[in-house]
Structure formats: structure tokens, C-alpha cells
């Protein structure tokens, strides 16, 4: 397939850093703007290329309407046997009025055991959320969700530094420990980052520089079993829930992978009784 997906492995385009949101300038930060349908466009031909979208199922659970956009909690599920070529390669999300065009964009193996996974994401304002399956097999589909938010995710344009000298985060597993042999268990990880978007101003006047967590992963017994990309649109504090097939006992290594090369991990064992 033509293009030059996958793209999520690219840091924060110059371009990208440019984009701001409308809410931003009403608080007096000029040379800001929302990304647009087109930008969206962009972004999806960028990461797929020039595909013909096939017909496919994508169950998104997520609010119509929310009060906040600065934590929208969202679950997404490719209905598929995970066996064969029946299982999503990349789930890829994005949004038509955020600052930038993408939220995140989750990476699937048979090791999971459904194609489902859940997290928070920032939204500014009425918009169209867009969800882009690419199927092992080549097959690309999508899906658009309304969702309507009363305040957008825009934060306080001031702010103070939120990493000091000797900051690290706080990290926490909900993991099962003793399972049966072929069970399939969810997995909940939250780490406590501020994902700072790039779009504040010190006390002094200056920008904070963008700085989130890039990449989430997790190795079951040393072997990659999910992934994920994740953009400034993802909450503070990323929460991330997925599924595993746990069919001998697995030690399970957790890593979240900082815009600055910091490498933040975690582990847990599950044994299968």
C-alpha cells in the first residue's frame, strides 16, 4: 500500500507545534488556531496513504456530551477473531478541532485476544472525532463520532514547572496475579505525567517546551504484545486499559518512553495456576 504509514514514531512536527486552539487566543495567546477537517485528512493520507476505505465495524464508547475536555474517556473496539490476519495492526484516532490532528494511535497483536482498549483524551469544543482501523490483512476502514464539549481542554496559559530537578513519575499496575491457563484478562496502567502540551508560558513569559509520554508499551515475557503512540491530546496522568490471553505463566514489563529519552518501566507477573 502506498504512503508512508506507519508515522507515529516521529516526534512533534514544527509544524504541529504551531497549532493551537481558538479558547487559547480568547485568553490572550496569539498566532494560534485549531486544527481543521483538512488537517485531519492530511494526517490520515500521511499515515495510510491514498487508501479506498473497505466496510468494517468500529464500537467506540465515549460520551456525546461532556462538560470538560480535558479527560473524555474513550473505548474502542475492532470486533475479530485475533487469530490469523484477523486482527487490527493500528487503531489511529484523531480529532478535527484540536490543536494538532491526532489523539493516539494503538498497536495490536494476536497476544492480546480481542482488539479493544480503553483511555482519557483531551477534546476542545463540538467536534468530530475519526477512528482508522488498518487490518493485518491490509484492509483500512474508518468511523466518525460526534462529541460535544461544553469547555474545551485548553489549560491555564500560565503555569509553573511541573518537572523539577529529581522529578519521576508514579506509576500503577492493576494486575491479576494467578489466572487459569487461555484467560483473557484486562490490564489497567496509569502513570502520573502532566503530558505538558507546549501551548503554556512560564512566570516568566517563555513556553514550556512540549514534553509527554511518547510511547507506551508492553512486553509479555520479552515479546511485544501492545503499544501505543500517544499524542498531547492523550489526559494528564495517561490511563491505559487493554486485554491479554495469558496461556502459561507471564512476566509482563511495562515501559512509557518520555519526549526528553526517559524511560520509565514497570513490571508485574501472572501465573497461571
Same mark, same amino acid.
Given at each position: 500500500?502506498?504512503?508512508?504509514?506507519?508515522?507515529?514514531?516521529?516526534?512533534?512536527?514544527?509544524?504541529?507545534?504551531?497549532?493551537?486552539?481558538?479558547?487559547?487566543?480568547?485568553?490572550?495567546?496569539?498566532?494560534?488556531?485549531?486544527?481543521?477537517? /483538512?488537517?485531519?485528512?492530511? /494526517?490520515?493520507?500521511?499515515?495510510?496513504?491514498?487508501?479506498?476505505?473497505? %466496510?468494517?465495524?468500529?464500537?467506540?464508547?465515549?460520551?456525546?456530551?461532556?462538560?470538560?475536555?480535558?479527560?473524555?474517556?474513550?473505548?474502542?473496539? #475492532?470486533?475479530?477473531?485475533?487469530?490469523?490476519?484477523?486482527?487490527?495492526?493500528?487503531?489511529?484516532?484523531?480529532?478535527?478541532?484540536?490543536?494538532?490532528?491526532? !489523539?493516539? /494511535?494503538?498497536?495490536?497483536?494476536?497476544?492480546?485476544?480481542?482488539?479493544?482498549?480503553?483511555?482519557?483524551?483531551?477534546?476542545?469544543?463540538?467536534?468530530?472525532?475519526?477512528? #482508522?482501523?488498518?487490518?493485518?490483512?491490509?484492509?483500512?476502514?474508518?468511523? #466518525?463520532?460526534?462529541?460535544?464539549?461544553?469547555?474545551?481542554?485548553?489549560?491555564?496559559?500560565?503555569?509553573?514547572?511541573?518537572?523539577?530537578?529529581?522529578?519521576?513519575?508514579?506509576?500503577?499496575?492493576?494486575?491479576?496475579?494467578? #489466572? %487459569?491457563?487461555?484467560?483473557?484478562?484486562?490490564?489497567?496502567?496509569?502513570?502520573?505525567?502532566?503530558?505538558?502540551?507546549?501551548?503554556?508560558?512560564?512566570?516568566?513569559?517563555?513556553? !514550556?517546551?512540549?514534553?509527554?509520554?511518547?510511547?507506551?508499551?508492553?512486553?509479555?515475557?520479552?515479546?511485544?504484545?501492545?503499544?501505543?503512540?500517544?499524542?498531547?491530546?492523550?489526559?494528564?496522568?495517561?490511563?491505559?486499559?487493554?486485554?491479554?490471553?495469558?496461556?502459561?505463566?507471564?512476566?509482563?514489563?511495562?515501559?512509557?518512553?518520555?519526549?526528553?529519552?526517559?524511560?520509565?518501566?514497570?513490571?508485574?507477573?501472572?501465573?497461571? /495456576?
Amino acid at each position: 500500500m502506498a504512503g508512508r504509514y506507519p508515522r507515529f514514531d516521529a516526534r512533534i512536527s514544527r509544524r504541529s507545534l504551531c497549532l493551537g486552539t481558538t479558547s487559547l487566543l480568547a485568553l490572550g495567546v496569539p498566532g494560534l488556531s485549531r486544527a481543521s477537517e /483538512a488537517d485531519v485528512l492530511e /494526517a490520515i493520507a500521511e499515515d495510510f496513504g491514498d487508501v479506498a476505505f473497505a %466496510e468494517g465495524e468500529i464500537l467506540v464508547d465515549m460520551p456525546d456530551f461532556s462538560d470538560s475536555g480535558k479527560s473524555v474517556p474513550m473505548t474502542v473496539t #475492532v470486533p475479530c477473531s485475533m487469530e490469523g490476519l484477523d486482527y487490527p495492526e493500528v487503531v489511529a484516532v484523531y480529532a478535527a478541532r484540536n490543536p494538532r490532528p491526532r !489523539i493516539v /494511535a494503538v498497536y495490536f497483536t494476536p497476544a492480546c485476544g480481542e482488539a479493544t482498549f480503553s483511555t482519557r483524551v483531551r477534546l476542545d469544543s463540538y467536534q468530530d472525532v475519526t477512528f #482508522v482501523v488498518k487490518m493485518a490483512t491490509g484492509e483500512v476502514f474508518q468511523y #466518525v463520532r460526534q462529541v460535544d464539549v461544553t469547555y474545551g481542554a485548553c489549560e491555564q496559559p500560565v503555569a509553573s514547572d511541573q518537572f523539577p530537578d529529581g522529578w519521576a513519575p508514579q506509576i500503577r499496575l492493576a494486575v491479576p496475579g494467578t #489466572v %487459569e491457563a487461555g484467560a483473557q484478562v484486562e490490564i489497567r496502567t496509569i502513570i502520573s505525567h502532566p503530558m505538558e502540551t507546549g501551548f503554556r508560558y512560564n512566570s516568566r513569559g517563555l513556553t !514550556i517546551p512540549v514534553r509527554i509520554a511518547e510511547w507506551f508499551r508492553c512486553f509479555a515475557n520479552e515479546t511485544l504484545a501492545f503499544s501505543a503512540r500517544l499524542e498531547p491530546a492523550i489526559s494528564a496522568n495517561p490511563y491505559m486499559a487493554f486485554p491479554l490471553k495469558v496461556d502459561e505463566t507471564t512476566h509482563l514489563r511495562f515501559e512509557w518512553v518520555d519526549t526528553n529519552g526517559d524511560i520509565y518501566t514497570d513490571s508485574a507477573d501472572i501465573t497461571v /495456576a
